[in-house]
């Protein structure tokens, strides 16, 4: 973390004085801060983007008591780290708080595990410097010191009294990488006033500086050979998923392939989920020595493609078929994602959720069965459906077991077990069923 500050305050002093001081590199500032070539130096956001950068510079660990200052740490005190950017499936890198206590205002920098799988700006440039230029772009070199930038500059120490700098939205996605920031200015002509008061905006001119002067050229935001393809796998099959399951286990697959990943190896990572349930999924990662991304491309782009996947694969019932999302050099498979559900299900077109019932009075006891399909296809019935029969009196003797496959009627479990008497039992099973994602408005038999 200390290195990822020493490195940041260097990128900016030399930005500053290349650019404020010395007035080159104009076509920088145009790019990513929207101020126009034309008499930049003149320019009143000249002085207001350089005089927050240059706060930056005077930010020391040797302050004298009793004066403000940054605390960053990795402690997600606020709870915020699972936070999502908008516009994307990428949980926040990091975050800043500005918050004023009985002893005056505080600055706190929280820094959450999406960056740590980022290279230092060195190491960036170290792993593409020897590729061609029209293979380099801003959108891959992405390092923890710009990221840690991002969030200096939402400080309130940082932009003192000029306007505060916060996360601007353009077309509903934050402002955020350098593509899209490139879009916004060159495209949409976004208001100087307002890239200026954008905290990426900084992070990607500071980059942008530190890399022409590392390559000897300004790399485009965006490199353009690389493409993305989307296959789904045959709606009309019979292996699809729970939707919102699926969403869930991809994010923490994701997170575990990362770690899996090294640049420059050809290499898998695999791993499956509800094995020998209903919902049985297996998600898959491919990549190619040739592939450049660092672990926070891997994870940013796997979080993004898995649950597209998932949730645009198949229609508009909350089952998916799932497919595979490659990435591609023109011919050249470079990275591979896949979604592949493994249960044989009862039914390829699925309409809704399956189920029975059946309730047989003991006159001491209530013998209850009950017979589903496409909803507790993950936990044995533990999360909802336990919990909801509970309410009807307490449960023994439970039992619950998944088939190898769905029947033809869709059922892909039985579960069963024993209640105390109850006048209503037949009536409060079936609505337990229904509150637990099952099939609603019907009754279970009066006997087996």
Known sequence: MKLALEDMKNMVEDAVKIWADDGKLPEVASLYLGIPRENQGENPYTKQAADSLKRILTLTDNYPPHTEYVLV???????????????????????????????????DIVLCEPWFLLDPPNRVYELWKDDPEENVSMDFLENDSGKLLHEFMHINLVSEDRPHIEDKLYQGKRAYTAPVIAEWVRDYKARTSD????????????????????????????????????????????????????????????????????????????????????????????????????????????????????????????????????????????????????????????????????????????????????????????????????????????HFEYYDEAGRDGVEWHAWGIMPPHFAVDDCVSKAMGRSGGPVGFKCYGSE
């Open 73 to 107: 740490s990795c402690k997600d005190q606020w709870n915020m780290c699972n936070n999502i950017v908008e516009g994307t499936n990428s949980h926040i890198a990091g975050y800043a708080k500005n918050h004023h206590l009985a002893d005056g205002n505080h600055y």
């Open 195 to 398: 890239v200026v008061a954008n905290a990426d905006s900084y992070t990607q001119f500071v980059n942008a500086i530190f890399f022409r002067n590392k390559f000897g050229f300004l790399p485009d935001p965006k490199r353009g050979n690389i493409q993305g393809f989307k296959t789904c796998y045959d709606a009309r099959g019979y292996n699809y998923i729970d939707v919102n399951l699926g969403k869930l286990w991809a994010e923490d697959f994701c997170r575990e392939a990362a770690g899996k990943y090294t640049q420059g190896q050809t290499s898998a990572y695999v791993a499956q989920w509800a094995q020998g349930k209903a919902d049985h999924v297996e998600f898959a990662a491919n990549w190619k020595a040739i592939g450049k991304w660092s672990k926070f491309d891997f994870e940013e782009r796997c979080i993004q493609v898995l649950p597209d996947l998932i949730t645009d694969c198949d229609g508009d019932t909350r089952w998916k078929t799932g497919g595979v999302y490659e990435f591609k050099d023109n011919d050249n498979l470079i990275y591979e994602f896949r979604v592949s559900p493994k249960y044989e299900r009862g039914s390829n077109r699925p309409g809704g959720p399956v189920g029975r019932c059946h309730v047989h009075d003991m006159l001491y006891e209530i013998n209850f069965s009950i017979y589903g399909g496409l909803y507790a296809g993950d936990d044995y019935g533990q999360t909802r459906l336990l919990p909801n029969l509970k309410e009807c009196g307490m449960v023994s003797n439970w």
